[in-house]
Nanobody
Framework: QLQLVESGGGLVQPGGSLRLSCAAS????????LAWFRQAPGKEREGVSC????????NYVDSVKGRFTISRDNAKNTVYLQMNSLKPEDTAIYYC??????????????????WGQGTQVTVSS
């Protein structure tokens, strides 16, 4: 069974850090392009960051540039999202998903084929 499982969410104060993990089972992640999305209550799901399965190139939306880092550990079949300097507006459920595209072309959710169940991130004092 092909599956993505997110973990690492939680409650953190503004300015704090979290590292999210997206572990794959049933297939290897290293050749897949993977993105992190998030969805806050009452808002649409938005792309946050992406890593290409072809060349490892990365992409970040402007709101997280300089604060978030996406990386891949092929030995652990896992992709990470290191989130630093967290802000209350980062509060959301975070999802990882893979797409058939070779590169980080876009963040249209319908172009991503396999999704994890999500992990809650809450940034609050």
């Amino acid at each position: 069974q092909l599956q993505l499982v997110e973990s690492g969410g939680g409650l953190v104060q503004p300015g704090g850090s979290l590292r999210l993990s997206c572990a794959a089972s049933g297939f290897t992640l290293d050749s897949n392009t993977l993105a992190w999305f998030r969805q806050a209550p009452g808002k649409e799901r938005e792309g946050v960051s992406c890593i290409s399965g072809t060349d490892g190139s990365t992409n970040y939306v402007d709101s997280v540039k300089g604060r978030f880092t996406i990386s891949r550990d092929n030995a652990k079949n896992t992709v990470y999202l290191q989130m630093n300097s967290l802000k209350p507006e980062d509060t959301a459920i975070y999802y990882c998903a893979i797409t058939r595209h070779y590169y980080c072309a876009n963040y249209r959710p319908y172009e991503y084929d396999l999704w994890g169940q999500g992990t809650q991130v809450t940034v609050s004092s």
